[in-house]
């Protein structure tokens, strides 16, 4: 497993300091173990002072998804660019 970034271990001490099982936050942070995504997480926490636990999944679960999204559009564009250069590559000949 990855191991969890400065800004995940930041959040698994925000989500510990406002009362969540230890478990839970460690939970949380496993899969926010990026400073991207546990940030994205600090600073939606940061609008409320106290959420329901499945409400911090459904946020997880939603910065995931955007997660997903971001690094398949990378692939697809990277994928392109390289369709590209094969393509004009071929009319060069």
Known sequence: MKPKSEASQELYQIMLDRGYEERFCDLITQNLNTDYTAQ????????????????????????LGD?????????LEHSNAVYNEYLNSRKMR
């Open 67 to 75: 997660r997903n999204r971001i690094m398949q559009k990378k692939q």
């Open 40 to 63: 994205r997480m600090i600073s939606y926490l940061s609008h409320y002072s106290e959420l329901p636990e499945v409400e911090l999944v459904d946020e997880m679960l939603a910065i």
